[in-house]
């Protein structure tokens, strides 16, 4: 007797499988199917969890540092070093004027100087101290004579440049991070699948046994068998992949699936909201 295999284990899958296997699913148990079927209610809870889990994909799939971010982050290192080799360079000038102002400002710079290979929160907390440093009027006399109040000036305006776009960014992610993570969405998509399928094999089964609606029956084995035909070959493609069985198919060809082996997918090529 013909039944979709409810214990199929998804978690093997990578998000993007996952996410695929799911949008196939639901376009095979249509709205106007589970209608008729008096079953719209699961149906109903399966898009909207898989609703949930396609948001966070996409968030994820885009989700990264973005051109505009990189691009600021670049600008305010490449001041920063202009800042920093402009100070030492000066340290070496022939002009006992410069040098002394740039051997007294290396050592206001030394403890800063490692400032772009930070994290971009402790860089651009280094570079605002480090302003704020040369700032001070025990400083000044020497910026000016090294010519550097337009450039220190030029460090400070993209330090904050680059800290307004990182704050929206991180804004953004405390939003993500208040929603369903990815991993969480996911084991809830596999149940609601798992819930439609056993009432849709309960269907069939008991119009096998009792009702015997060869229409019914028809439509039924028709989406049964569109079912198996995903879950077949997702799990072909996890086997390919080393993460699973081989599928098999029973003798009336209908296509059955072997539940991949437990274990958790690598999802590492996929960034996950925690």
Known sequence: ????????????????????????LLEIITVDFVTAFGIPSLREEYQRLFDIENDCYLRNAAYQDTPELQAADRKRDDLFLYNSQSINTAGLSPVEAIAQAGKRLAYVLDPYKK??????????????????KMRETANAADIATLGLTAA????????KAFNRIYS????????????????????QVDDAFKATASAINAFYQVNELTTKDAEK??????????????????QSTLSRAGVGSKPTAKPDDRPVVDSPAEGGGDDDDRPVIE
């Open 115 to 132: 400032a772009p290979r930070l994290s971009y929160a402790a860089n651009t907390a280094a570079v605002t101290d480090f302003v704020d």
């Open 217 to 234: 029956g028809r439509t039924l084995a028709g989406v049964i068998d569109s079912v198996n035909a995903v879950l077949f070959q997702l």
């Open 152 to 159: 220190i000036d030029a460090l400070d305006e993209a330090n």
């Open 168 to 187: 929206q960014r991180s804004t953004e992610l405390l939003t993500r991070s208040a929603s369903e993570n990815m991993k969480s969405i996911r084991s």
């Open 1 to 24: 007797m013909k039944e979709i295999n409810v214990k199929f284990n998804f978690h093997p899958s990578r998000n993007a499988e996952h996410y695929q296997a799911h949008h196939d």
